[in-house]
């Protein structure tokens, strides 16, 4: 079994800033890439960021310029630093990882999720 813990939300005023961690525990061999995605009222779940192993980044073009992911690969945590923050940020955030299981589970390979966590930006 695989736990991917997240903490770091809250409200904060637009212009703020606030850090997302995600971190893996469990069974696991090691982990491909990781990423962040967010889900609004009414709105689809949509990518934020992902990075690889190697350190290779994606971002939304909404968040480019204005967050940043990284991750501490022994570890196993995902961060996500997210500054001049606005309204439309609003949404629940889920961390993501795709983990490669342990040898006696001959190294499957499966996607995980978060449980969400909240973030409210707002005057």
């Known amino acids: 079994q695989v736990q991917l813990a997240e903490s770091g939300g809250g409200l904060v005023q637009p212009g703020g800033s606030l850090r997302l961690s995600c971190a893996a525990s469990g069974s696991i061999f090691s982990i491909n890439a990781m990423g962040w995605y967010r889900q609004a009222p009414g709105k689809q779940r949509e990518l934020v960021a992902s990075i690889t192993t190697g350190g290779s980044t994606n971002y939304a073009d909404s968040v480019k310029g204005r967050f940043t992911i990284s991750r501490h690969n022994t570890k196993n945590t995902v961060y996500l630093q997210m500054n001049s923050l606005k309204p439309e940020d609003t949404a629940v955030y889920y961390c993501?990882?795709?983990?490669?299981?342990?040898?006696?589970?001959?190294?499957?390979?499966?996607?995980?999720w978060g449980q969400g966590t909240q973030v409210t930006v707002s005057s």
């Open positions: 993501n990882a795709v983990i490669v299981g342990p040898p006696n589970s001959y190294y499957r390979i499966d996607d995980y």
